[in-house]
């Protein structure tokens, strides 16, 4: 999952993103967080619009084991 950050005041790692997964929302979960960092102002650049560091990539059948 690609996850984009723009902001006029945060900072880099001060916004984080997570993803729950699970079958309810108090003992049956997993959740991953990520802490993200914020695309510069104006650029057109997608490798700034979408960095590596905000992605989340997990194997979902690994959770099943």
């Known amino acids: 999952m690609f996850l984009h950050a723009d902001s006029e005041d945060a900072i880099d ?13 108090t003992d049956n979960y997993y959740e991953i967080e990520v ?7 104006g650029t057109r650049d997608p490798s700034l619009i979408w960095p590596l560091e905000n992605e989340i990539d997990i194997a979902i059948q690994r959770l099943l084991v």
Not at 13 to 25: K, Q, V, Y
């Open 13 to 25: 790692g001060e916004i984080t993103a997570f993803l729950r997964l699970g079958t309810d929302f």
């Open 35 to 41: 802490p993200l960092t914020i695309t510069p102002k």
